[in-house]
C-alpha cells in the first residue's frame, strides 16, 4: 500500500482548500489521500450524549466525506481517494492517526470559532505536536508561483524542515528559497559592542550555506537561493509567503526535539503567512 497524506475536513471552505491542497500533494508524491470527519459527542453539563443511529447529523457527515472526496478526485483522478467518519475529540483523534501518515493536512480555520481568528484550535493542536509535518492551509488556491520558502536557522542540532523543502521543491520542479533571520541582542546595540554587523551578517551566511551543503549535493535539480536577513524572522517569513507556494518551519529550536511545544517562529508562521505553512517536527523513536 501507497503512504497515506491524511486531510481533516468538517464541510467548511477552509477544509476543502486543504482536501484540494492536500490531492494534489498526494499527486505529486505518489501517495493515497485519506479524507478523515471526526464527529465530536454532545456534551453537556458533564455528560457526553451520543447520536443516535437516525440523526441527521451522523448523514451530514457522511455528505461532507462524500463531497470532499468527489471535489478531490475531480481536481486529481490520478490519486487513490477513501473517507473515514470517526467519533470523539477531533485534535485527539488527528493527532494518533497523523503517526502513520506522510502528512497530515488541514484548514488554517473550520466552521466554528470567533470570527477574527488566524487559526482554528485543531491546526494549532496538531502543528508541533505530532511528528513528521503538519500542513495547515490558508485560503483558497491561487496562482502557482513557483517557489517553496524554508526558514532555517543553522545552529538547529536537525533540520527536518529543510528535507520536507528539498522534497516539495523537488517533486513541483519549484525553486527553494531558504530563508534566514539573525539579530544582535537589543540590550548590546548601544556603544561599545565590538563586533561589526557586516562581519557577522558574512558569517551567518557563511554558515547556512554550510549547513545546506549536504542537501544541495543531494538534490543538484533544485534550484536554490540562500536570503540571510538581519530582522525577525517571522516577519521574514511572512514577507516572503506572499511569493511563495509553501512556507515551511521546523516545530522547535534546538535542544527540545522531544517536547511537543510549538516554538515562537513557527507559531507566528503559522498565523501570519499568506500562503499554505507546513510544520515539520521530527520523527524520533518514542525510546
Ligand atoms: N470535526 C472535524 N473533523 C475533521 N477535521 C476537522 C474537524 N474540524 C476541523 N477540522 C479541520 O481543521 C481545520 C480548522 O478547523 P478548526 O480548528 O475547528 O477551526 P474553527 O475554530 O474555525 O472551526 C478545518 O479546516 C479542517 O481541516
Ligand atoms: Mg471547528
Redesign the pocket.
Known sequence: MSEQII????G?R??LA?ALWAADDAARRGCDLQI?????PLVYGGRAYERSADDPARKQGERLLQEAAARAAESRSDVHVSTELLYGD?TEI?RAQAGEAAAI?????????FAG?L??????GLAGHVMGPVVVVRGAPTMVQGEIVAGLNPDDAVHPAIDYAFEEAQARGARLRVVHAWDLPSSRLGAGFGLDPDIIAQAQQAHVHGVLEPWLKRHPGVAVSESVYRGNPIAALCEASARADLVVVGSRGRGVIRSAVLGSVSHGVLHYATCPVAVVRPRVRAD
Open positions: 486531510v481533516g475536513v468538517d467548511s477552509g477544509a486543504a478523515v470527519y471526526v464527529e465530536e477531533t488527528l493536512v488541514v484548514g488554517s480555520r473550520g466552521l466554528g470559532g481568528l487559526l482554528g484550535s485543531v491546526g494549532l
